[in-house]
């Protein structure tokens, strides 16, 4: 199969640091590739993946991140070229120009929601929704959306292999993922303290409302003995301090569409002590890997009851469920029916106008 690849514009691929879209989109090239396909990246900047790439742009505008400029730059090149070459299907990663765009080029668009729905996105999704095939990276975040032309639902994937397994652990609780409120950072670092436990959290501060956010309510409690910042770690640092962890805190207060971390987590054979918002009770098994409760308060009961919990147990289950291979498979079936339904629309359409 020939497959157009489109990213977002903002980070190479894969990512050193932050970057949850780009990493998933890595480990789908790869594996589509090794599976006979062939697949082009559309991609700003030098990227190592397994696909022949097209770079609109020699370097990421990470700096810029947002501009509209870039970013229409980036999604209208690919756009343009898609057009003019031989591919099977499109899959769009890059927001919202890619559902706006697909109803110009001959060939089906399959777009994957990687964000959470507002009034303002639910909207402009609909006007479009005819256009292209809808992919949700989880059943909340579909019935957050209903009204789209869906396709599946596909599960993000996660770096097996590099997300090593450890049943070993030291006596520190874990929270990896961008600091701000909607996350849960200071809930972390609060449900830590009030059980007496270290905690060791990291993760990428954005400028502005994050960053007033860190100095305000987080820099208090950092003492770097019971509560450490590690900073924005690289992906060998997130896995050593996943590994050793007794659990990863994410008590998050938003409709959280997915949750990679939740699965690097249990990759790496830790539990989750998680709240349920969003699609976090889609990854995580209550009573098997991990404990969920309503609120962060109520997280508190099962912080003695850990040892319950099998870290093979997570291992498996994050094997078993979000490895590239299954996630692989799961979108072939989806660009097999995405072709076909197409073609069967255009030939009706030849139909009418004969």
């Known amino acids: 199969m020939r497959i157009a690849m489109i990213a977002p514009v903002w980070i190479p691929i894969p990512p050193e640091g932050y970057g949850g879209i780009e990493r998933v989109l890595a480990l789908l090239v790869d594996e589509l590739v090794r599976e006979g396909h062939d697949v082009t990246l559309f991609a700003a900047g030098p990227c190592r993946t397994m696909a022949r790439q097209v770079s609109s742009l020699e370097e990421a505008p990470t700096e810029q991140m947002g501009e509209t400029l870039f970013d229409a730059y980036h999604v209208g090149q690919a756009y343009r070229d898609i057009a003019g070459g031989e591919y099977d299907v499109v899959h769009d990663h890059a927001g919202f120009l890619g559902p706006a765009f697909a109803g110009l080029i001959p060939q089906p668009v ?12 639910r909207m402009f999704y609909e006007a479009f929704k005819r256009d292209c095939y809808y992919v ?13 032309n869906y396709l599946g639902v596909v599960p993000n994937a996660v770096d097996i292999e590099e997300l090593s397994y450890s049943g070993e652990k030291d006596d520190y609780l874990v929270y ?3 600091i701000c409120e909607a996350k849960g950072t ?14 060791l959290f990291a993760g990428k501060i954005d400028a502005g409302r994050d960053r007033e956010y860190f ?26 301090v996943l590994q050793r962890a007794r659990a990863f805190l994410f008590p998050i207060q938003w409709e959280e569409p997915f949750g990679l971390v939740m699965v690097e987590a249990m990759a790496c054979g830790t539990p989750v002590l998680a709240t349920r918002w969003g699609a976090v009770p889609e990854v995580v098994e209550h009573g098997v890997t991990g404990f969920l409760a309503d609120s962060p308060a109520g997280l508190l009961e099962y912080f003695d009851r850990l040892d319950e919990l099998d870290p093979l147990a997570c291992r498996k289950e994050a094997e078993e469920r979000f490895s590239p291979k299954v996630m692989a498979a799961s979108y072939l079936d989806i660009y097999r029916r995405a072709i076909e339904l197409h073609r069967s629309g255009l030939q009706s359409a030849s139909a009418r106008t004969a």
């Open 136 to 148: 949700a990276i989880s059943h909340r975040q579909r019935e957050c959306g209903p009204d789209l």
């Open 215 to 240: 100095d305000r309510r987080i820099r208090p409690h950092i003492d770097g003995e019971r509560v450490v910042y590690l900073g924005e770690v690289s992906s060998q640092e997130k896995v050593r």
């Open 186 to 199: 200071e809930q972390a670092i609060l449900l830590a303290m009030e059980k007496g436990q270290r905690i």
């Open 176 to 178: 990896v993922s961008r």
């Open 110 to 121: 399959v777009h994957t929601l990687h964000g959470p729905f507002t009034r303002d996105t």
